[in-house]
Structure formats: structure tokens, C-alpha cells
């Protein structure tokens, strides 16, 4: 039983929870099947994923502009905490403007640069989450911090989520 189906049908009959692959953990995270290729790039503790490297270009051709896609749920969780809390507006406001317009360009460089040499289609545009200036979503944001990324909102998104953490 060397293949990881053997261990799969073997798990099965012994009634043992199965461990899914990316493929099905990615699609149960989402809610729908992923329209193009991605990688995961983050994993928490148990080895779910927690952050996806998307493709530039989804499979119909469709540009798209998140690179990274923050789906680990304890992640979305807190995220989303933080973003109903107004963390967008406080997030923009506590980060330099330079700083934020300077990381659209770098995530914006990156994507790019994933896009194959002759593609001739439509392509993704503007910079983290797709938007060109000041902050649109936390999420994408602190997806890209967490896969290494040099985004100032990332780290302002981290830094909250620890002070969180610590009370």
C-alpha cells in the first residue's frame, strides 16, 4: 500500500476521515470549483490551505487581477471581523500612501510577469485586489503578506490580528 489511493480505499474501510487534496479542499473552501490554475502557497498547522497563487489568466481567458486569495477559513474569519470594524478606512489611513502605491505596483509587476510571453488576450490590471490606488479589501491584502509579499496593509492586518489574538 504505497499509493496514496491504497491508503485512501484503506481509510474508507476502516471508516477514518480522508484527506482530501488541494484540488477538493480548495473547491470545499471557495464553494465552487477554482476557474483556473492556482498553487497553494500558505498552509496552517494541519495543512489546509490558507493561501492560493492564482493563475493571471483563468481558463475562459477572463483576466485575474488577485494573485493571491486569502481562503483559510480561521483566516477569513478574522478578516472580515476586522474589515466590518471600518479596517479598510483604518487601514488606509494608517499606511503611507507612497508605500501602498509603490506595493501596487510590485504585486502588479508580479502578476505580470506569470503572464505567458505572446499572450494576446485581455490581461488583469491594477494592483492588489485589483484596484489602482488606496485600499479595496483586506483579504487580498494580508493573502499576499502571508505569502511574502512586501504589502504595507498586509503587515497593518497582521499587526491587528495579534493584537486580537493577545486579548
Known amino acids: 500500500m504505497d499509493h496514496p489511493q491504497d491508503l485512501q480505499e484503506e481509510e474508507e474501510k476502516e471508516g477514518l476521515t480522508l484527506n482530501l487534496g488541494d484540488d477538493e479542499q480548495v473547491e470545499a473552501l471557495l464553494g465552487r470549483a477554482p476557474r483556473g490554475p492556482y498553487e497553494v502557497v500558505v498552509r496552517a498547522d494541519d495543512g489546509t490551505p490558507r493561501v492560493l497563487r492564482n493563475a493571471p489568466i483563468l481558463d475562459d481567458g477572463t483576466p485575474m ?10 483566516d477569513m474569519m478574522r478578516v472580515s471581523r476586522l474589515e466590518s470594524a471600518g479596517g479598510v478606512r483604518r487601514a488606509e489611513a494608517a499606511v503611507d500612501p507612497n508605500d501602498l502605491a509603490d506595493a501596487h505596483r510590485r504585486y502588479a ?9 505572446g499572450y494576446a488576450g485581455h490581461r488583469p490590471s491594477a494592483g492588489v485586489g485589483g484596484t489602482r490606488r488606496g485600499v479595496k479589501c483586506l483579504h487580498a491584502h494580508y493573502a499576499w503578506h502571508l505569502a511574502g509579499g512586501d504589502d504595507p496593509v498586509g503587515r497593518w492586518v497582521a499587526e491587528h490580528l495579534d493584537l486580537e489574538n493577545s486579548t
Open 65 to 74: 487581477p488577485t494573485r493571491y486569495w486569502l481562503v483559510g477559513p480561521d
Open 109 to 117: 509587476d508580479e502578476r505580470d510577469a506569470a503572464i505567458p510571453h
